[in-house]
């Protein structure tokens, strides 16, 4: 079993700044895969960014999302089992909960989710 901790999450005002972390634990293996995925008021939920992850070292094999490149990065700290979601130039578009998920071989494993909202 694997457990996610998300973090992080409050209330930012458009154009603003916010970084989100999620701290995997448990039965991690050496090969996984971590996203952040998003699911605002009436929607269904979204990628946002992933990563893939190797032998703790980063493959640069990340993924986002049209609606996110250029504004948000999926930074990690191997050290502490912990993969980061920064944003930048943030909307009220991007209103969600965001919730952290961990994929190795067939199984995937998702946190609470933390709220973002952008707002004036």
């Known amino acids: 079993q694997v457990q996610l901790v998300e973090s992080g999450g409050g209330l930012v005002q458009p154009g603003g700044s916010l970084r989100l972390g999620c701290v995997a634990s448990?039965?991690?293996?050496?090969?996984?895969?971590v996203g952040w995925y998003r699911q605002g008021p009436g929607s269904q939920r979204d990628l946002v960014a992933s990563?893939?992850?190797?032998?703790?070292?980063?493959?640069?094999?990340?993924t986002y999302a049209d609606f996110v490149k250029g504004r948000f990065t999926i930074p990690r700290d191997n050290g502490k089992n912990t993969v980061y979601l920064q944003m930048t130039s943030l909307r009220p578009e991007d209103t969600a909960v965001y919730y952290c998920?961990?994929?190795?071989?067939?199984?995937?494993?998702w946190g609470l989710g933390t709220q973002v909202t952008v707002s004036s």
């Open positions: 998920i961990l994929s190795q071989g067939s199984t995937d494993f």
């Open positions: 448990g039965d991690i293996r050496s090969l996984f895969v």
């Open positions: 990563i893939v992850i190797r032998d703790n070292a980063d493959y640069d094999r990340t």
